[in-house]
């Protein structure tokens, strides 16, 4: 019987399915390999790679990624901070530049900007109109951008997007923060909520507050710093005498802008809806600044897949048997009890009993490095590293998680009980 080019199709098919059966060729995967590369981020590496080339679209890829590599500026700040007037927003943000040696970019300091004509055309329609368009606001902040500080040192932006219409734009233009606050939060505004990879802080505060705070505000023209005549009065004689009251914050002017904020913020926070902290700020400005400071420097938790490696710690009786057996049973790890690993081996007669056994008779302590040889061959086994596990009854001490480690067997959770 002849068979036709069908039938031979259909037996490759066949062929090659079965080789790509889990089930009839398991793949296996060295254990170094996930640590690898969760070591060394290579899926967030991966990730802001392919981010950037969406955004830019450059002709020749590879050389725009080998450029993006060697600037190395992944996770230099990118922080949008916005909030209405008064709500100290300028503060915050000077004080979070000063320490995480970054650069402030404002309204005000983009277009005082010299040697740009973007800047001279902003200052011109700003003197007229007490307002920068958006689309030129929006060019003033890429070219600021673009500038080797920038690049290598990080942004916070204050203040910026003032619309929906400029938060858009950003977006557009491929700006993206990191952190976006508001200070303080608003009734309607969504709540905070854990942080993607990216982010912004927003301050609130009632408007009451901040109408009457606006009154206190004080300015030094030399320096730009801004002062409060009752949160923040300078102690030295020669700033104070220097100090000039700003314009525009009397209580009708301050009650205008906040209408606007208000109006204005409802559309922009959507912008930002994985990425959003926000903080009240009708409090001491050192505690905002403090709750700012450990949002924009905490690590944000990452997308990458990971296999679990969880380690249980806790004094006997404690309950690390059972709570291990929940998170096996949930999670679908591999339970691993180093003291029921050791008697395993004994009853199973292993290559390790002899070993083993006179320590079990003696009562005594079974030494590290027989405890690790027990332990490595089970979390090397292939559920181990496919599924991940979660280990119980070592270390025991700080010699023995030094020993862990330099067995590369390194926990990516760790729980006391």
Not at 9 to 36: S, W
Not at 59 to 88: C, E, T, W
Not at 249 to 258: D, M, P, Q, R, V
């Amino acid at each position: 019987m002849t068979r036709g080019p069908s039938d031979a199709g259909h037996q490759g098919a066949a062929a090659l399915h079965g080789g790509m059966d889990a089930t009839t060729a398991p793949h296996r995967i060295p254990p170094e390999m996930p640590q690898y590369g969760e070591a060394n981020h290579v899926f967030e590496m991966m990730q802001n790679m392919l981010e950037q080339l969406l955004i830019h679209q450059p002709k020749d890829p590879i050389p725009f990624m080998i450029n993006h590599l060697q600037r190395d500026n992944d996770y230099v700040p990118k922080i949008v901070i916005l909030g209405p007037p008064a709500s100290g927003k300028t503060t915050i943000a000077m004080w979070l530049c000063k320490h995480l040696n970054s650069n402030l970019l404002s309204v005000g300091n983009l277009i005082a900007k010299e040697f740009s004509s973007l800047a001279a055309d902003a200052r011109r329609h700003y003197q007229k109109f007490k307002t920068v368009p958006s689309m030129l606001l929006i060019r003033l902040v890429q070219e600021r951008l673009s500038e080797e500080d920038c690049v290598r040192r990080g942004w916070i932006l204050d203040g910026i997007p003032e619309t929906r219409e400029q938060a858009l734009m950003i977006q557009t233009v491929g700006i993206v923060p990191r952190h976006v606050s508001e200070w303080p939060p608003t009734p309607w505004g969504p709540s905070p909520r854990a942080a993607a990879p990216r982010s912004t802080i927003v301050l609130s505060a009632p408007d009451t507050v901040l109408i009457e705070r606006n009154l206190g505000k004080r300015l030094d023209p030399q320096t730009g710093e801004v002062y409060h005549t009752t949160f923040d009065w300078p102690p030295e004689s020669e700033i104070q005498k220097r100090l000039m009251v700003p314009a525009g914050i009397s209580e009708g002017e301050t009650a205008l802008k906040l209408l606007e904020y208000h109006r204005n913020i409802t559309r922009i926070l959507p912008s930002y809806p994985k990425i959003l902290k926000v903080i009240p700020a009708d409090q001491p400005c050192v505690d905002v600044f403090s709750q700012a400071l450990t949002y924009v420097q905490s690590i944000h938790r990452s997308n990458a897949p990971f296999t679990p490696r969880v380690l249980l710690c806790g004094p006997v009786g404690s309950g690390k048997s059972l709570q291990a057996a929940l998170l096996a049973q949930k999670y679908g790890l591999v339970n691993v009890c180093c003291g029921q690993l050791l008697k395993e081996a004994v009853a199973d007669k292993s290559k390790y009993c002899e070993m083993i056994l006179p320590f079990f008779e003696k009562e005594t302590a079974v030494p590290d490095s027989i405890i690790m040889k027990v332990l490595s061959q089970r979390l090397d086994q292939q559920d181990c590293v496919e599924r991940g596990w979660v280990l119980h009854g070592f270390p025991r001490d700080l010699d023995q998680a030094h020993v862990l480690d330099s067995w590369g067997y390194k926990p990516n959770r760790c729980s006391w009980v």
